[in-house]
T-cell receptor, first 112, second 116 residues
């Protein structure tokens, strides 16, 4: 089964609005990572947050991690049409055999 | 950031033929590479972990005789889909870990396989 489950599965917003997506996982982790995938392309690493961190920023991205709830969120502020993509969370940890396990992804559509 | 190159980016083949996909780390050495498979509008499913100089570790349900993995050098891993059938049509993506056990993964651009 998927270690990470994402919510919502799809999100449609207007340019300039914020986009928030959530990721829940089941077992203990070493870190949680967020990736972006444009249609038909490979994945691009966005941000890594370690299990002892609670919040991390990178440009217009803000990631939070709540290990007590086994959940993480990715916030994209002031979205742009170019942010249209699928976003995946992935967990990394000994419980998963030190392999990166991906969630189902959130498809984000930013309308101009 | 580190670059992982995957080739070919797309391939069309006849049923019954074998197809080889290459994954190269261009500017770093990768002792471990990962092969994923992705169906349309779905997430990535880990197929196997490729270890340089040793046998690959396959995930449950992945046929090792069907998907041959060779990691002959620190910069190259290959995935061969043997005797391909239409159900093998998919997007195959490789990745390599930069450093350490929990380091960032860098992904290739993926290879789209269509089996006729």
């Amino acid at each position: 089964s998927q270690q990470g489950e994402e919510d919502p599965q799809a999100l449609s917003i207007q340019e300039g609005e914020n986009a928030t997506m959530n990721c829940s996982y089941k077992t203990s982790i070493n870190n949680l990572q967020w990736y972006r995938q444009n249609s038909g392309r490979g994945l691009v690493h966005l941000i890594l947050i370690r299990s002892n961190e609670r919040e991390k920023h990178s440009g217009r991205l803000r990631v939070t991690l709540d290990t007590s709830k086994k959940s993480s969120s990715l916030l994209i502020t002031a979205s742009r049409a170019a942010d249209t993509a699928s976003y995946f969370c992935a967990t990394d940890g000994r419980a998963a055999g030190n392999k990166l396990t991906f969630g189902g992804g959130t498809r984000v559509l930013v309308k101009p | 950031g580190a670059v992982v190159s995957q080739h070919p980016s797309w391939v069309i083949c006849k049923s019954g033929t074998s197809v080889k996909i290459e994954c190269r780390s261009l500017d770093f050495q990768a002792t471990t590479m990962f092969w994923y498979r992705q169906f349309p509008k779905q997430s990535l499913m880990l197929m196997a972990t490729s270890n340089e100089g040793s046998k690959a570790t396959y995930e449950q349900g992945v046929e090792k005789d069907k998907f041959l993995i060779n990691h002959a050098s620190l910069t190259l891993s290959t995935l061969t889909v043997t005797s391909a059938h239409p159900e093998d049509s998919s997007f195959y993506i490789c990745s390599a870990r930069l450093t350490g056990l929990y380091g960032e993964l860098f992904f290739g651009e993926g290879s789209r396989l269509t089996v006729l």
